[in-house]
């Protein structure tokens, strides 16, 4: 029996839980979204906000870049385009199983190992910068040990950009009609959304407000030093879960956090 509900979630749990759901989901969610990501794209969110146009890594030509929950690897494959040296990991076996099939097709070669962001495979200091498009960090139970080890694999002076669902939308229901326009639930309330199958859980997000993630980057040692909160874009009418243009144009859907290591 399937069962939603808001409880904790031990990180065990939560790791035990989304690499299922993602190995069981990677089908169909590349199946879905895999045509608005592009094979070799770099889009932030679901609102579309392309890299190619906005650019928050900078230049990335030579440098060393680590890409975190890279999914199949559409980012990873647009930044090697742009002469970047980029490896990527996910939770997911079946998620780094697409990155190889698009690798197959297009005759690209993109470095992906299975890891876990609470524990990074990376010697200190191994990347000049690091990106996550909504990979891992929601899904964690502790974001503060994630950005330890980005700081850690990072170089002084290096950058991290990262993308997530914005904080307010755990006041909303997660619809992407009318009824997803009015709050019905506090803020402030931190307790994971769980799905259960038979007791356990087969699926975890992790909500933090914005100076939750405020203090948790802070406290990483790193420095925050932008945030980017998309508009939805006129004439983008598509529908991803609770994003849509009825919800977009007066909810913010997604926050971008740019950080630099102290």
Excluded at 181 to 198: G, K, Q
Excluded at 236 to 242: C, F, L, Q, T
């Amino acid at each position: 029996m399937d069962v939603v509900g808001r409880r904790p979630v031990s990180p065990a749990e939560t790791s035990r839980a989304n690499r299922g759901w993602w190995d069981g989901a990677a089908d169909d969610y590349q199946a879905e979204h895999g045509g608005f990501l592009r094979d070799d794209g770099f889009v932030w969110c679901p609102e579309g906000l392309d890299e190619a146009d906005v650019r928050l890594l900078g230049d990335v030509m030579g440098r060393r870049v680590l890409e975190i929950g890279c999914g199949a690897g559409q980012c990873g494959r647009w930044l090697a385009a742009q002469g970047a040296i980029v490896t990527g990991f996910d939770l997911s076996y079946r998620q780094l199983q697409h990155s190889r099939r698009i690798d197959l097709t297009a005759g690209t070669t993109l470095p992906v190992v299975q890891a876990d962001a609470e524990a990074l495979p990376y010697r200190d200091h191994s990347f000049d910068l690091a990106c996550s498009a909504f990979g891992a960090l929601p899904f964690v139970a502790d974001a503060a040990a994630v950005l330890a080890e980005v700081r850690r694999v990072l170089r002084p002076g290096g950058r991290f950009v990262f993308s997530v669902s914005h904080p307010i939308r755990w006041a909303f229901p997660d619809d992407p009609g009318p009824r997803g326009l009015t709050a019905d639930r506090s803020y402030f309330d931190r307790a994971p959304y769980v799905e259960l199958s038979d007791g356990v859980p087969s699926y975890v997000e992790h909500h933090r407000t914005m100076g939750d993630w405020v203090g948790l980057i802070v406290s990483a040692g790193l420095v925050l030093t932008g945030l980017v909160e998309p508009e939805w874009p006129e004439g983008h009418e598509r529908v991803w879960g609770g994003w849509s243009p009825l919800r977009g144009r007066v909810l913010p859907g997604t926050a971008i956090f740019r950080c630099t290591r102290g």
